[in-house]
């Protein structure tokens, strides 16, 4: 079966725009994490999303939003891009919260 | 919330040796704690994975090993190879519990010398 897709691959933007993030899981997948991947902090925790449900968000700033569809399907959203943005994002899915995720590829996000 | 350390940062060994990563976790809660293979360039893989009722799992090569009272699990890798570098991170979360959400180590970049 298909596994995670995410896009797009990459995406250049400029400080102050805005960007969106889409992500869809493995099919029969209702939870969908974000995670935010630079070389100096790691894999950090953005957005968990179960049933179109924000279950839990990370330490980012209100700029940084997303939202779940029926068909589980996730975007997330920044506004007012900041070069710190410049980024790594990855999306992964799971049959429910917190178990074996499965990441997609990502999309490599650099603002100039 | 939970916090997860993990060391060392970087590890390199020879071709056929072992290597070992450690993680500690602060939320006694945690009780799912999964490992992830990131090789250059690509996406993580979950490798292995355990769960807080199980003191060890293994898997060909690999195994973790779970340690509830001080808090800790391990990775051992046995008999490596050059296709084994990369990059790993262990992670922890609560299955069931209001924090299901996976809380990452900052990784290990492994390199094994053949």
């Known amino acids: 079966k298909a596994g995670v897709t995410q896009t797009p691959r990459y995406l250049i933007k400029t400080r102050g725009q805005q960007v969106t993030l889409s992500c869809s899981p493995i099919?029969?997948?209702?939870?969908v994490s974000w995670y935010q991947q630079t070389p100096g902090q790691g894999l950090q925790f953005l957005f968990e999303?179960?049933?179109?449900?924000?279950?839990n968000k990370g330490n980012f700033p209100g700029r940084f939003s997303g939202r779940q569809f029926s068909n589980s399907r996730s975007e997330m959203n920044v506004s007012t891009l900041e070069l710190g943005d410049s980024a790594l994002y990855l999306c992964?899915?799971?049959?429910?919260?917190?178990?074996?995720?499965?990441f997609g590829s990502g999309t490599r996000l650099t603002v100039v | 919330g939970e916090n997860v350390e993990q060391h060392p940062s970087t590890l390199s060994v020879q071709e056929g040796d072992s290597a070992v990563i450690k993680c500690t976790y602060s939320?006694?809660?945690?009780?799912?704690f999964p490992w992830y293979k990131q090789e250059l360039g690509k996406r993580p893989q979950l490798i292995i994975d355990?769960?807080?009722?199980?003191g060890e799992k293994k898997d060909q090569r690999i195994a973790v090993t779970l340690n509830k009272t001080a808090k800790h699990f391990s990775l051992h890798i046995t008999e490596t190879q050059p296709e084994d570098s990369a990059v790993y991170f262990c992670?922890?979360?609560?299955?069931?519990?209001?924090?299901?959400?996976?809380?990452f180590g900052k990784g290990t970049k492994l390199s094994v010398k053949p």
């Open positions: 992670a922890a979360s609560s299955l069931g519990g209001s924090q299901g959400n996976l809380i």
């Open positions: 939320d006694s809660a945690s009780n799912y």
């Open positions: 999303y179960f049933s179109e449900t924000q279950r």
């Open positions: 355990i769960r807080s009722n199980v």
């Open positions: 992964a899915s799971s049959l429910r919260p917190g178990n074996g995720y499965t």
């Open positions: 099919s029969g997948h209702r939870s």
